[in-house]
């Protein structure tokens, strides 16, 4: 499953990680059958993994290759199949760019 947190341009608050964190996690409890939907939802459910990226032309300081690398060697190592990585977004007279970390 992938997940997606875009922020329009001027919205670099550190926050987009915790919001990530929490979708992150309400999506492996419905994976794993802690929550449930009103009605079933197999496409959801039946994932076994969750990549979260961050969409945005600029990210806070504090949100780098570094600091993902560790927040997703820290989800491994407690056997959570979750990724965070972020997706820039480029804006160029009528054209746009997307450079992926993860």
Known sequence: ????????????????????????YVMADVQTGRFKFWKSNLEIEQTESISSYILAQKCHPLIDETILSMVNQAFKEIGLNIRFGSVKIEQQPLNYSVKVKA
């Open 1 to 24: 499953m992938f997940l997606f947190e875009l922020k329009k341009n001027g919205n670099e608050k550190l926050g987009v990680l915790s919001e990530l964190f929490f979708y992150s």
